[in-house]
């Protein structure tokens, strides 16, 4: 999104340090909803420091889950995967703030939840390689395609967060 390149210094070295402020999409999965796991989810990621600026509840269809999933469409699960995305509404959010996009992927955890380490939201809340509660979007790059196939630029909402001084330092945000 935004970003500045600002010379740091602590002591006599010098440091080039390229601030990038990212957006990255997170579906919340039928399983979070039907769970009742919706707050607990959002709440860590806005105790992390992160700026919720759009959010809906939608209910997916095939149509988008190929598009979506199609790196996965020749796997064997896939249709169990595009029925467990179709049993309940998902809620998408873009969540804003620096380097959104791998330190989401890292709260996350990995994919098959059973590896996940303790602490990550599927290492906390699921045992499933299927059913992991959320979907995050795995690169800068796929992050903006994730974001334009679920929201429209009005979706978005600008606002001043008045705590970005106590969250970052001046040069990184
Ligand atoms: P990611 O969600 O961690 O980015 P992807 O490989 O992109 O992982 O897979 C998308 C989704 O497909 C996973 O979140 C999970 O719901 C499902 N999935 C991935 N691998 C498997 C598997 O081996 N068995 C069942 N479901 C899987
Ligand atoms: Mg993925």
Same mark, same amino acid.
């Given at each position: 999104?935004?970003?500045?390149? /600002? *010379?740091?210094?602590?002591?006599n @070295?010098? $440091?080039?340090?390229?601030?990038?402020?990212?957006?990255? @999409?997170?579906?919340?999965k039928?399983?979070? @909803?039907? +769970?009742?796991?919706? =707050? /607990?989810?959002?709440? +860590?990621?806005?105790?992390?420091?992160?700026?919720?600026?759009?959010m809906?509840?939608?209910?997916?269809?095939?149509?988008?889950l %190929?598009?979506?999933?199609?790196?996965?469409?020749?796997?064997?699960?896939?249709?169990?995967?595009?029925? =467990?995305?179709?049993?309940?509404?998902?809620?998408?959010?873009?969540?804003?703030?620096?380097?959104?996009?791998?330190?989401?992927?890292?709260?996350?955890? &990995?994919?098959?939840?059973?590896? &996940?380490? *303790?602490?990550?939201?599927?290492?906390?809340?699921?045992?499933?390689?299927?059913?992991?509660v959320?979907?995050?979007?795995?690169?800068? $790059?796929?992050?903006?395609? /994730?974001?334009?196939?679920?929201? %429209?630029? /009005?979706?978005?909402?600008?606002?001043?967060?008045?705590?970005?001084?106590?969250k970052?330092?001046?040069?990184?945000?």
């Amino acid at each position: 999104m935004c970003g500045c390149s /600002e *010379p740091r210094t602590q002591g006599n @070295l010098v $440091e080039h340090i390229i601030f990038v402020m990212e957006r990255t @999409l997170v579906i919340l999965k039928p399983g979070c @909803l039907q +769970r009742g796991l919706v =707050g /607990e989810v959002i709440s +860590r990621f806005e105790k992390r420091g992160l700026k919720l600026v759009a959010m809906k509840m939608v209910q997916l269809d095939e149509e988008i889950l %190929k598009v979506h999933y199609a790196h996965l469409l020749d796997r064997p699960f896939f249709p169990w995967l595009r029925d =467990g995305m179709m049993a309940a509404p998902v809620i998408l959010c873009c969540w804003e703030g620096y380097s959104a996009v791998q330190v989401v992927r890292d709260m996350a955890g &990995a994919t098959k939840a059973s590896k &996940a380490v *303790p602490g990550t939201i599927r290492g906390d809340f699921s045992l499933s390689a299927q059913e992991n509660v959320v979907h995050t979007s795995d690169s800068i $790059e796929n992050a903006e395609i /994730e974001l334009k196939r679920f929201f %429209k630029d /009005e979706d978005y909402c600008d606002y001043k967060s008045p705590l970005d001084p106590f969250k970052y330092a001046p040069d990184e945000y």
